[in-house]
């Protein structure tokens, strides 16, 4: 009876010490792959921090300026008139039955000022 208790004990044992061993080794696991997912967004991080400086210097008006100087055959871009400003007024209002009711549509326009035709 004692040898078979004592089985049974071991037996308990090395079957808790495998269970134990593959917790360990699937905490592992997961820590690596919380390393690994941290590094890459780190990585994304950094990429997002050089693309929007890049953006800041791409965008800054002096160097658009330069650019359709430059190519200002290719763009045929021409300078920006006071008359190219409208009111609200001028535009016409959108048919009713048409995404909506018509009196929203009119509230939005009212309340949105002066308009660029």
Request: no cysteine; aromatic share 6%; charged share 20%.
């Amino acid at each position: 009876m004692g040898r078979v208790f004592n089985v049974a004990l071991l037996s308990i044992m090395i079957v808790g010490a495998i269970v134990t061993y593959q917790m360990k080794h699937q905490a592992e696991m997961a820590a690596a792959e919380v390393a690994r997912l941290e590094a890459e967004t780190a990585e994304e991080k950094n990429r997002i921090a050089l693309l929007k400086a890049e953006w800041s210097m791409l965008t800054q008006p002096g160097r658009i300026q330069s650019v359709v100087e430059k190519y200002a055959d290719y763009f045929e871009l021409q300078p920006f008139s006071p008359d190219q400003i409208g009111t609200i007024a001028e535009i016409p209002l959108r048919p009713v039955g048409q995404d909506g009711d018509a009196s929203q549509a009119l509230a939005r326009l009212a309340a949105g000022g002066a308009a660029v035709r």
